[in-house]
């Protein structure tokens, strides 16, 4: 597995589903009724359907017991336990409980978070917009002319670079922190995560990913899935990067099994249905089938996250094109990473 690709198997920090500071917002009125939910099994019956944030572009979709989130471009899932004091959310990967309590207040879905007193409203929207629908989008078949083929090619060779450019600039921030011995402790970690010159690479690599999955919906909308035998293998290649670093759950459902096709004509791609597989499992709660998702604890160390019949995960990985597993990870310690075994005790 080349260097460029590492960077497209280790799990973010959970994002916390509280707008940016600062943002608050008034009384919402709702049709319906006001009155406060007394249960839970009234609470979780008044908060099916989807909502919007009265100030922000930050949607939500209630049902039963999980919720979609979509926010500055990803779709997100999480877990819900309702009480009768309100719901709250569990991140389903990396498991983790997300800060706040939702409930019911005058017919406004609110939360009210741990900080002080933050609070945000959302109201309840009439249909489910498409930000918030799962199911796989419907492919175009239009064929690009020699023309705008030859534009295509270039617009992807581009924007592989511009995936690359801050994935890198990090991984190598990070090599040099922890050769100097700045990487010793979780206080060590959190701090340089949150360095300026850090926040500005994650906050160019998030618009970059933003930006990329915005344009290959549309194009898969338009022309369908860029084959190798359509473009070339470099562009199929760039494609399914995009769709590993874009945080849409959409979108990678509609190009599993579109790169599962890509790996049967060419094996060299299975890897990236691996990859791919794996992140979708984990991003639906479920668990990875070829051992190819990390994730980092709190001191920055890595872990190798839930894994289906890990006795038999090397032949599943052989099918692939794959090593060991013993090697994948021996490869992520050969870049300078601490990383953790499986059967190590459970991240907390």
């Not at 707008?19 to 009234?42: I, M, Y």
């Not at 709250?88 to 207040?105: C, F, H, I």
Request: hydrophobic fraction near 35%; include cysteine.
């Amino acid at each position: 597995m080349s260097a460029r690709l590492t960077l497209a198997i280790l799990a973010l920090a959970v994002p916390s589903l509280a707008p940016p500071a600062g943002a608050h917002a008034g009384r919402v009125q709702e049709s319906g009724a006001w009155a406060t939910p007394t249960t839970e099994t009234d609470l979780r019956a008044r908060m099916q359907g989807s909502w919007q944030h009265v100030e922000q572009s930050f949607l939500m979709r209630f049902s039963d017991h999980r919720c979609v989130r979509f926010r500055d471009g990803d779709q997100s899932l999480f877990s819900v336990t309702y009480t009768a004091e309100g719901a709250r959310l569990t991140s389903v990967w990396p498991v983790a409980p997300v800060p706040g309590t939702w409930t019911l207040e005058q017919g406004a879905l609110t939360a009210r978070y741990p900080e002080g007193d933050r609070v945000d409203r959302f109201r309840r929207l009439d249909e489910v917009p498409e930000e918030l629908e799962l199911e796989p989008y419907v492919l175009g078949d239009r064929e690009p002319d020699a023309a705008e083929r030859e534009a295509l090619l270039a617009e992807f060779r581009e924007r592989s670079v511009t995936d690359q450019r801050a994935r890198m600039a990090l991984q190598e921030a990070e090599s040099r922190a922890e050769a100097e011995g700045r990487l010793t402790s979780p206080e060590d970690y959190q701090a340089f995560t949150q360095s300026p010159d850090v926040r500005e690479l994650l906050n160019e690599m998030t618009a970059v990913d933003r930006e990329n999955t915005a344009r290959l919906i549309e194009l898969l909308k338009d022309i369908g899935w860029p084959t190798a035998e359509r473009f070339d293998h470099a562009t199929t290649n760039t494609a399914f990067l995009i769709v590993q670093h874009s945080g849409h759950l959409r979108l990678m459902r509609t190009a599993l099994p579109l790169i599962e096709e890509d790996a049967r004509r060419d094996p060299e791609l299975g890897q990236n249905y691996a990859l791919l597989h794996d992140r979708l499992q984990l991003n639906l709660g479920e668990s990875q089938r070829y051992g190819t998702q990390l994730s980092r604890r709190a001191d920055g160390a890595l872990y190798l996250d839930r894994l289906e019949d890990p006795a038999d995960v090397d032949a599943r990985r052989r099918e692939m094109g794959m090593t060991s597993l013993e090697a994948y990870l021996a490869l992520f310690e050969s870049m300078g990473h601490n990383v953790e075994r499986p059967g190590s005790p459970e991240p907390r």
